[in-house]
């Protein structure tokens, strides 16, 4: 009989974020993380719709306001054509309305983007599919 050996799980995102800071800075706080890893980057939203139908990602995290679309927008697109991919959108605007908003259109959760990274990794180990 063979041995059974354990395959690490992976949660695999696509990263939505137009502003470089922003997105060094997750890059970073996922670097440290044994269990999640970045399969795409895009800045753009129809960017990173088009490598969420390659890359067929877990999550993704996006940021709600983009250059070409917002992140309602992208989860309401992934919630019809691709509804096994969780979307996590991200603002730096707190207004409980924007949350309701996300949600309605498909997002998984909203989260504030504070600085503090907790609130973005607990939410992509609890929707991850």
Known sequence: MLAQTHQPS???IVLIEDNDTTQSLLDRYFSI??????????SRGWDGLEMVRRLHPDLVLTDYNLPDINGN????????????VAVVVMSVD?????ADQSRRSGARAFVVKDGDPEPILKAIRRYAC
């Open 10 to 12: 992976f949660i695999r």
């Open 73 to 84: 927008l992208i989860a309401s697109t992934l919630q019809t054509k691709m509804p096994d």
């Open 33 to 42: 993380e044994d269990d999640i890893v970045v399969i795409g980057r895009a």
């Open 94 to 98: 707190s207004d409980p309305r924007l």
